[in-house]
């Protein structure tokens, strides 16, 4: 299977692509078995863009950044009703 980051599928998360990042990036995460070998962090930060880490800047797991970007993005969807 080609690494996604290589051919250029994988996109970086943004303000209006959380559903679909998130289904990617976790499937990409499991797959290569970055997220149990702890490469997991480096990888999240690199693939949003530079206002969204701010958010996770001093978490101190993959799933605490996991955690709070899930939050962030549930607040704006609920600020869209």
Known sequence: ???LL???DMRRLNSHNY????TYIESYLMGQELWEAGK????LKMM???DLVEHI?????????WETLAKLFSKKN???F
């Open 1 to 3: 299977m080609a690494d």
């Open 6 to 8: 290589s051919t250029g």
């Open 19 to 22: 559903g679909y990042w998130h």
């Open 40 to 43: 997991a962090m480096f990888m």
């Open 48 to 50: 949003i863009e530079e």
């Open 57 to 65: 800047r001093d978490v101190e797991t993959p799933n605490d950044a």
């Open 78 to 80: 609920e600020a869209r």
